[in-house]
């Protein structure tokens, strides 16, 4: 299967990338996800060496912090079983595990953040999921060709 392209949202103040820098091998769990087309996403879709930019929602300036590579595929979210956890599911079973999750480890953190408003203004980013008005997926497919725009616009940073 051919490499996919991704953009996981994230708020700084849940799990920053500083947070990320500072985990073990630069690693963690994307757990969290409650909403079924992201979830599906996370299960059907998103597979180890996949790359994901980490994208900062719900931040001043909103935008683009790092790519990120995915070390392990979808798999279920165990938060969802644990009464003591925010992502709580009691409709979660062990046997209907309801929300997954994927594994992914930091390959760059930007210079700086790349803005939504950047993202916005540059030819070939129209139609990218991200700069479409009320987008608010956290999960989000992105075209090769965005990508490779994107990789473009931090080398410039």
Request: charged residues 30%; proline residues 9%; contains cysteine.
């Amino acid at each position: 299967m051919p490499k996919r392209y991704w953009l996981f949202k994230n708020e700084p103040d849940c799990f920053s990338i500083e947070d990320l820098e500072k985990a073990p091998n630069q690693s963690t769990e994307w757990e969290g996800v409650r909403n079924y087309q992201a979830r599906n996403m996370l299960r059907d879709d998103v597979q180890k060496g996949d790359e994901v930019f980490y994208y900062y929602s719900n931040a001043k300036p909103a935008g683009i912090v790092a790519v990120c590579t995915v070390v392990k595929s979808g798999y279920p979210d165990p938060t969802a079983l644990d009464p003591n956890s925010q992502y709580f599911d009691p409709k979660a079973t062990r046997e209907d595990p309801r929300w997954y999750m994927v594994d992914v480890k930091l390959k760059q953190k930007f210079p700086d953040i790349i803005p939504l408003a950047t993202l916005k203004a540059t030819p070939g980013l129209e139609k990218m999921m991200v700069t479409q008005k009320g987008s608010r997926l956290s999960i989000q497919p992105v075209t090769p060709d965005e990508w490779k725009t994107i990789i473009e616009l931090a080398k410039r940073m």
